[in-house]
Every structure is written in structure tokens, then in C-alpha cells.
């Protein structure tokens, strides 16, 4: 069995993303729930849907895989024990015969959530051997 760290760096090698971290629209009309990637949120400011951004600093702690409410781009993001299960539930059963680099990226927050879950090992150790040789 290889080491949950390494396991995970593997992965986000090779899905080589580059993500953005999240942003929202703060202030008194802000629905500060949606995250955005920094040029929608740009967007919706200019639209008057909010006073100002905040966000960009650290990646956040979702339940789910993080993406930008307008334009669907992956943002950076950390899996919360609900969201990795969640993750993990969608992707246990996925063939990673050819792995892709968002699934690459996806399956290593699962495992950087808990490195100690047999389970989420073993979903990781299964789709780095899809990795591209």
C-alpha cells in the first residue's frame, strides 16, 4: 500500500490544475452563498448584486467539489468528512481505466480529508492506476 501523502501528491501532479480559489459577493443586497471564480465575481459586482468580494484567501471547506455559480470553472477546494463520503459515494464504483485530471484532483481531496480511511486509500491506489504512463 503506498503512503496516503505520496498517493496524493501523485495525483495532483498529474491533474496539474491550476485552481482558483473562491470568491463571493459581500455587503447588504449579497447572496453570500454561491462561490465564484474571480472574474464573475467581478460580473455580478458590476450588476450591483453585492458591495464587494471577499474570499481568495485559502481554499474552502465544502461538502462537495467546489465550482465557480456562473461559469461551472473547478475552483480549489478542502472536502469536509460529509462532503469526502459524499465524493466518495459518487466515485467508488467510477472505472479509471484512463484516469481524467479533474477525477485525478477529486479523488485526492477524498484521501487529503482522511488519510488514514482504508476505503478512500483504496479509491486512490485504483485511480492512480489510470493514471498515463
Same mark, same amino acid.
Given at each position: 500500500?503506498?503512503? %496516503?501523502?505520496?498517493?496524493?501528491?501523485?495525483?495532483?501532479?498529474?491533474?496539474?490544475?491550476?485552481?482558483?480559489?473562491?470568491?463571493?459577493?459581500?455587503?447588504?443586497?449579497?447572496?453570500?452563498?454561491?462561490?465564484?471564480?474571480?472574474?464573475?465575481?467581478?460580473?455580478?459586482?458590476?450588476?450591483?448584486?453585492?458591495?464587494?468580494?471577499?474570499?481568495?484567501?485559502?481554499?474552502?471547506?465544502?461538502?462537495?467539489?467546489e465550482q465557480c455559480y456562473m461559469c461551472a470553472k473547478? $475552483?480549489?477546494?478542502? $472536502?469536509?468528512?460529509?462532503? %469526502?463520503?459524499?465524493?466518495?459515494?459518487?466515485?467508488?464504483?467510477k472505472r479509471f481505466k484512463r484516469l481524467g485530471r479533474?477525477?485525478?484532483?477529486?479523488?485526492?481531496?477524498?484521501?487529503?480529508?482522511?488519510?488514514?480511511?482504508?476505503?478512500?486509500?483504496?479509491? %486512490?491506489?485504483?485511480?492512480?492506476?489510470?493514471?498515463k504512463r
Amino acid at each position: 500500500m503506498m503512503d %496516503a501523502f505520496k498517493l496524493i501528491l501523485r495525483l495532483d501532479r498529474y491533474a496539474n490544475l491550476e485552481l482558483e480559489r473562491s470568491y463571493w459577493l459581500s455587503g447588504d443586497n449579497a447572496d453570500e452563498g454561491p462561490s465564484y471564480c474571480l472574474e464573475c465575481a467581478k460580473k455580478e459586482l458590476a450588476k450591483g448584486l453585492g458591495e464587494y468580494i471577499s474570499g481568495g484567501e485559502y481554499a474552502q471547506e465544502c461538502d462537495t467539489y467546489e465550482q465557480c455559480y456562473m461559469c461551472a470553472k473547478m $475552483l480549489d477546494y478542502h $472536502l469536509t468528512d460529509h462532503g %469526502a463520503e459524499r465524493e466518495y459515494d459518487w466515485l467508488k464504483y467510477k472505472r479509471f481505466k484512463r484516469l481524467g485530471r479533474d477525477n485525478a484532483y477529486m479523488v485526492a481531496r477524498i484521501l487529503d480529508s482522511d488519510h488514514h480511511n482504508k476505503k478512500y486509500m483504496r479509491l %486512490a491506489e485504483r485511480a492512480a492506476k489510470g493514471i498515463k504512463r
